[in-house]
């Protein structure tokens, strides 16, 4: 009897086995889900203060959701902080850094603008939104 629920006990210990490989792209792949579903509830949530604001024509509401969407900008703006640094190869290392510099700021600009227009967007489509 004990035999066999050793060898029950085996088996099912072997069974759910942890795969390093395996964990490591789930978890990946768990963090990016997270990302994603983080990033669209805070568009819902701000979507539904600008309705609200809208709809009660109140400034209180009104400066809610401006700084919820202030927030929501922040939020997708800390995601896209990376350094770029195409020209560290120069001789010149002075005139490298700069122009790094230069070239990570533009960058920095132009994704800030997309990222502000696409939540912009998307946040003026959610508060469009009619419930009938």
């Not at 390093?20 to 963090?31: D, M, S, T």
């Not at 539904?48 to 009104?62: D, F, I, P, V, Y």
């Not at 350094?83 to 290392?93: G, S, T, V, W």
């Amino acid at each position: 009897m004990w035999n066999r629920l050793e060898t029950i006990k085996s088996y099912f210990a072997n069974a759910f086995a942890v795969v390093p490989e395996v964990r490591e792209g789930a978890e990946k792949l768990n963090a990016i889900s997270k990302g994603i579903l983080d990033l669209l509830r805070n568009a819902v949530v701000v979507g539904g203060l600008r309705l609200l604001a809208e709809k009660s024509q109140s400034e209180l509401m009104t400066l809610i959701a401006t700084i919820g969407m202030c927030a929501l900008f922040a939020y997708c703006i800390s995601y896209t902080r990376f350094a770029f640094r195409p020209f560290h190869a120069l001789k010149n290392q002075k005139l490298a850094a700069t122009m790094d510099e230069v070239f990570d700021r533009v960058l920095f600009l132009s994704i800030s603008i997309v990222v502000v227009l696409a939540v912009s967007t998307a946040v003026q489509q959610l508060s469009m939104v009619s419930f009938k």
